[in-house]
């Protein structure tokens, strides 16, 4: 500048020094609102928190899901349980019910049955009437086979004679007593010495006792 106009040179000495400062000051400003900026960010950003606060927070969440394993766990075994239980009575309930439909068919015709055996008795006696009579009726092969036909027909629903003879045991689960006398043998003391009436069986269970004697 020209040494005529000293206030010139000042002006724009000062105004060159203004600028400056103005430029200084806005990048400083600049610059805090971009450390503000970073700071806001690392405080929002949950893995650059505390790191002790992480650690409770991950152990929390550790504590909980383990927890609920725990729960699950205990809620799978009661439903096992709950399921055998359920299993185990219904396979009773199963066995139960097929025993009885079994025990049902089998004594189904108890009541015939024991009711038809007074006749067999008849049958029985007759048979043996003809078997002792000297003279041969020609319709002994008839009530023969009228009789065996109705035997086996009693046989397939289940009937089944006691077999006894002569010294056979005597038990109370099978056998009534009707009287008691000399045993004619010592082997005879205590066991059966005659059958008065056969008795019977429908499976396995006793629908008439065998009246029997014996020997004291």
């Known amino acids: 500048m020209s040494p005529k106009f000293p206030l ?3 002006l724009t000495s000062w105004l060159r020094l203004y600028l400056r400062a103005m430029k ?5 400003t600049d610059e805090k609102q971009q450390m503000g900026e970073q700071e806001e960010l690392i ?3 949950p893995e650059n928190q505390n790191p002790e606060e992480n650690s ?6 550790t504590d909980e899901s383990a927890e609920k394993i725990q729960q699950l766990e205990i809620e799978i075994a009661e439903a096992k349980d709950k399921h055998l239980r359920l299993f185990s009575e219904f396979e009773n309930y199963r066995r139960r019910t097929s025993k009885e439909r079994l025990e049902l068919i089998s004594t189904a015709n108890e009541d015939l049955i024991k009711s038809l055996l007074p006749v067999v008795d008849d049958f029985s006696r007759a048979k043996k009437a003809f078997e002792q009579s000297e003279d041969k009726d020609p319709a002994l092969d008839g009530f023969l086979l009228i009789y065996h036909k109705l035997i086996k027909t009693l046989e397939q629903k289940g009937l089944k004679k006691m077999e006894l003879e002569e010294g056979s045991e005597f038990t109370t689960d099978l056998h009534e007593a009707i009287t008691q006398i000399p045993a004619p043998k010592d082997e005879l003391k205590g066991k059966i010495v005659d059958v008065v009436e056969s008795g ?9 006792f065998a009246k029997v004697v014996i020997g004291a």
Do not use: C, P
Not at 24 to 28: I, L, N, Q
Not at 56 to 61: F, G
């Open 200 to 208: 019977y069986l429908l499976g396995d269970k006793v629908i008439r």
């Open 43 to 45: 405080q929002d950003n």
């Open 24 to 28: 200084k000051d806005k990048e400083t």
């Open 8 to 10: 010139a040179n000042n």
């Open 56 to 61: 409770n927070d991950n152990q929390s969440k």
